[in-house]
């Protein structure tokens, strides 16, 4: 991803070692992560395609009704 003309990386790397609770507490939160950001995705995949078909629709409106510019 680029922000301001830099290559930016999105991960956040840890090494955790020696402490198994707080290894299922790291491995806990990137799975919970990824989740709410799948589920993000899918609805603005989901409002898109809504979109899309909206517009195809009112195109398909005005040409029939000779309302369009």
Do not use: D, P
């Not at 301001?4 to 790291?26: A, C, Q, S």
């Amino acid at each position: 991803m680029l922000l301001g003309g830099k290559e930016v990386e999105r991960t956040n790397t840890f090494i955790v070692e020696g402490n198994h609770t707080l290894l299922e507490l790291v491995e806990n939160c990137a799975r919970l992560w990824k989740e709410v950001n799948f589920e993000g995705r899918q609805i603005y995949i989901s409002l898109q395609e809504i979109s899309m078909v909206s517009q195809a629709s009112v195109q398909k409106i005005c040409t029939a009704n000779r309302l369009c510019f």
